[in-house]
C-alpha cells in the first residue's frame, strides 16, 4: 500500500494547535497547562478516537416501559459514550469553573472544551447544559446553595436516583415548543401552583418540542405561571426517589449529534420550583443562553479545528501527480485559507471566555453582550462551508465514513440552529445596537486596540463606522446579517493582528475584511500560504 496517509493519532491535540496554545497563554490559568496537555495527548490518542467512533455508531435507545408495563422513561447509551462523559467531568468541562476563583477559570475551560469536543462534539451537549444552568440558578440563592455544588462536581455519576444520594448532578434545558420555536413567549406550558409541595412549587403540564439530554438530573423549563412567562427548575427524579412527571415521548432523529439523546417530552403534573419572579421567564435565563452560546462558538471552533487538522495531515502525506499535496501552489492555498477561518474562530473564541472571567467588569461585560450575537452567528454560519472544502481535500476518502470526515459534515449546522438561529443573532444584534450603547462601544475599543498597525483594518472600521451612522444605530433588519458579519470579522482581524504571526493576519485582512469571502482557495496572491500551512499541520512523534 502506497501514498496513503498514516492515521492522524497518537499526537497532541493541544500542541498541534498553535493558535488554541497561544490564546490559552493570553488568557488562561497557568497551573492548568500540565492538565490541559494530559487531555489533548488523550483525545490524540487511537483509544479515545474509537469511544468516538463507537459513540456515535451506537446511538442511545428510549425504553419508555420495562417488561412489566411500568413507565420508567429512561435512555440506554453505549459504554463509550459514558468513557467520554467521564473525562469531561472529571476535567471539570461541565461546571467546575463557576467553583473556582483563580484568574482564567473560564478561558481554561474554554480550552479544554475545545480540545476535548475536536474528538466527539455529542456528548458536549449535556457538559455544556450543565455549564449554563449555574448563572441561571444563582437568580435564587436558595437553589444555586441547593444545586450548584452538584453541578460543579468532578464526579460523572448517570442514572436517575435522588439528587441527595448522588455524587454530581447533570443539568438539561427544555425551553422550545413545536408551536413557537424561537418565539418562546408563544409557550402554551402550564404551571400552577402547588401549595401542598411547598412554597415555590408548581404542577407543569404540556408539550416541549425539543429537550436536551433527557437523562440529566435537573432541567430549566419556561412555561406560563399565572403571571406570566417563568422559569422553573424541574428535577428529574424528587427527594423521595420517584419519578417526577416528565414523560419521554421520541427521540430526535437528527442529521448529526447522534450519539446524544435528544427528545420530545411531556409534562403530566411534574414538580417545579420557581426560579425568580412570574412573568421574568425570559430574563430569568438569559444568562444560561448567554452561555449556551458561547459554547456554541467554541464547538463550531473545534469542529472546524479537527477538519483543518485532518485536511492538512493528508496534504501532508498524500502526493498527486508527482507532487506532494501540501506542495502544489493551488492545494496549499486552499488549506492557508481553512487555517486562517480556523484561527480567527478559535482567537474570538477564547476571547469572549475570557470576558467570562472578568466577573463584574463593565467593559468585559458589555464586550460579551455584543460579541456572543456576533460570534455565535459570523463563526457557526462560516463552520459548514469549511468543513466541507475540509472534506473536500481529502478527495473520496473524506466522504467515506471510515475518515471520520462524514460525521464532522454532519456536526457542521448545529452550531449555527442551536440556541438561536443566525437570524435571531442577527436580530439580537439589532437589539444592542438600539437599546445598549456601551456594549457598541466595547466593541469599538476592542477592535480599535489594533487601530495602526493594519491599514485594511483600520480603514474597514471606518466603513462599519458609516453604515452605523447611516441607519442611526439601528440598522434596517434586511442589512442585520451583513453587518453582523462586518462587526464579527473586524473583532477577528484585530485579534489577529495583535496576537497572531504577521502572516496570518496579512492573508486575514487580505480576504476577509469585507466579509464578503466566499470560496476557499481565493485567497489574493503574493501571501505567505506555505507558513499558514506549517502552523496550521499537526506533527506526530
Known sequence: MTNQPPPLTGYDVLGADAALAEAFGRYGAAGERAELERLGRLAGSAEAQEWAREADANEPVLHTHDRYGHRIDEVDFHPSWHRLMTVAVEHQLQAGAWAQSGPG????????FLVWSQLEAAHLCPVSMTYAAVPALR????????????????????????PASKAGALAGMAMTEKQGGSDVRANTTRAEPAASAGDGWYRLTGHKWFCSAPMNDVFLVLAQAPGGLTCFVLPRVLDDGSRNGLRLQRLKDKLGNRANASSEVEFDGALARRLGDEGRGVATIIEMVAATRLDCVLGSAALLRRSVAEATWHAAHRSAFGVRLADSELMRAVLADLALESEAATALAMRLAACVDAGDDAQERALRRIGLPLAKYWVCKRTPAAVAEALECLGGNGYVEESGMPRLY???PLNSIWEGAGNIQALDLLRVLAREPDAVAAWRAEVEAAKGQDRRLDDALASVTSLLASTDGVGATGQARVLAGRMAVLLQASLLVRFAPSAVADAFCASRLDARHGVYGALPAGLETAAIVDRATPEVP
Not at 105 to 112: I, N, S
Not at 140 to 151: C, N, Q, V
Open 105 to 112: 477559570a473560564h478561558a481554561t475551560r474554554a480550552a479544554k
Open 410 to 412: 454532519r456536526e457542521a
Open 139 to 162: 437568580v435564587d440563592p436558595d437553589l444555586a446553595a441547593e444545586w450548584e455544588p452538584r453541578l460543579t462536581s468532578a464526579a460523572y455519576d448517570p442514572g436517575l436516583r435522588p
